[in-house]
């Protein structure tokens, strides 16, 4: 129990079941996915696909894990997209640098 100090000495605060449900059921959904992302990587072939699913399943964990413990999913909308829009190019920076890097690699032989 958590105790907050108040002017006639020290009160008692009842555990806020609703918190602790939350917190319970974010870590069963973030359990899960990653349940899925090993089950996938011991089971399906490597490949393209593979790793796409792998890219958007972290993706997936990622906005989660923003929204509940950072507390964007509580925030005004245009916050929330201040993070996700730069995430969004930054990813596409990376798949372009890499598809650039190769063409130029298989240029040069």
Known sequence: ?????????LEVI???SAK???????????????????????T????????????VLTIVKAKYI?????????????LFYSIIVPLIFLIWLIIALFKEGSDIF???W
Do not use: C
């Open 1 to 9: 129990m958590m105790a907050q100090e108040s002017k006639n000495g």
């Open 14 to 16: 009842p555990r806020d």
């Open 20 to 42: 602790i449900k939350k917190i319970w059921m974010t870590a069963l959904i973030l359990l899960v996915v990653t349940a899925v992302e090993f089950l996938l990587a011991f």
């Open 44 to 55: 399906m072939e490597r490949g393209m696909l593979l790793y796409i699913i792998f890219i």
């Open 66 to 78: 923003m929204m509940e413990f950072m507390h964007l999913g509580e925030e005004a909308k245009p």
């Open 106 to 108: 298989l240029m040069r």
